[in-house]
């Protein structure tokens, strides 16, 4: 059972059954081709692989290009990713009491990563190991693209999951993975297509710092590009649905995303985030569901 292999922010583990409520009815009679255009740890991907099979092929699509280079190293390579990682493993453990030779061992694979020379399989092998040893398991880069979070707190940590490396490897046989911008992703559709939005949400404070996955913010600009390649994925008769933040649960009056899908299906759900680096802000929060379908759920928030 393929499950995500990263801990990632925004992970959608527990909007799974919300989600679920809120498919297209065609999409579950039909065979389909499921597309994921802003991918990140893939919550929704593996458990769409698990629970429809006549998913017919998937698209998945993230900026992030250490990010898709991991997934194309465990679809290709993984029994060499499982044996560096194992590698890492054992090395890690068994310096659980030795805090200053830990940080040490962190921050040479830290830069060992940021240096950028290593062979495919190798960097896959430390943005895995980076991801499960680092502080909340954040990624977060400078503007030179450098990885820049520090050591995280955790005694033992499973840095090598073999059984999942080796299950989430099969399931990706039957997915094409594409870097770059989300856009790109609608040269791959066919006949009957479901598209899954999750972006980098609109931040709830200025502070929040929870849109900061890549080199690049994703800005209120980027917020209303992506509304206008929904738009354009609608009248080309397309199937949507689109996570975000809910703004207005903040502020009343902040109408931000109801003004700019205010063409299409609007829910509020409520959902508990786990990454943020401020522990009194982790918590139930409303997030967004916006579909160009009508939805049970939509109905009763209207
Ligand atoms: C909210 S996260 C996705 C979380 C994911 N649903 C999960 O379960 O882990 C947003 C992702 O969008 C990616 N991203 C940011 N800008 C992008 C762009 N212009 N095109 C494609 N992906 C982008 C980020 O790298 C990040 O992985």
């Known amino acids: 059972m393929a499950k995500p292999f990263l801990k990632w922010a925004g992970g959608k583990t527990q909007l799974l059954n919300v989600i679920e409520n809120a498919l297209p009815e065609r999409i579950t009679r039909q065979n389909f081709t499921y597309i994921e255009p802003f991918v990140g740890s893939g919550a929704v991907l593996f458990w769409m692989l698990r629970n429809f099979p006549n998913l017919e092929r998937a698209i998945i699509n993230d900026i992030n290009e250490d990010l898709i280079n991991t997934y194309k190293v465990i679809a290709n390579n993984h029994q060499e990713l499982v044996s560096i990682l194992k590698e890492f493993q054992n090395e890690y453990h068994h310096l659980v009491n030795n805090e200053e030779r830990k940080k040490m061992y962190f921050y040479n694979k830290r830069e060992l990563f940021n ?12 943005f895995i190991f ?11 880069v400078n503007r030179n693209n450098q990885f820049n979070v520090p050591i995280g707190s955790y005694k033992k940590p499973t840095i090598c999951d073999t059984e999942n490396l080796k299950a989430v490897s099969e399931v990706l046989q039957r997915v094409e993975l594409l870097c770059g911008d989300y856009q790109q992703t609608l040269k791959f559709t066919a006949e009957n297509n479901f598209f899954y939005f999750d972006p980098p949400y609109k ?13 690049d913010e994703f800005n209120d600009i980027e917020q209303i590009r ?46 508990k985030r786990s990454i943020n680096a401020n522990a009194s802000k982790r918590g139930k929060l409303n997030e967004l569901l916006i579909t160009n379908y009508a939805t049970e759920q939509a109905m009763q928030t209207a």
């Open 203 to 215: 931040p709830l404070s200025n502070t929040s710092s929870f849109n900061a996955y890549a080199k």
């Open 226 to 271: 992506l509304r206008d390649f929904c738009s354009h994925l609608d009248t080309l008769g397309h199937h949507w649905m689109l996570s975000n933040s809910d703004v207005k649960g903040k502020d009343p009056n902040d109408n931000f995303f109801d003004d700019l899908y205010t063409d299409f299906f609007i829910s509020r759900v409520s959902a």
């Open 115 to 126: 240096a950028r020379n290593l062979n495919i399989v190798d960097q896959a092998a430390l």
């Open 130 to 140: 980076l991801n499960r040893t680092c502080f909340n398991g954040l990624y977060r």
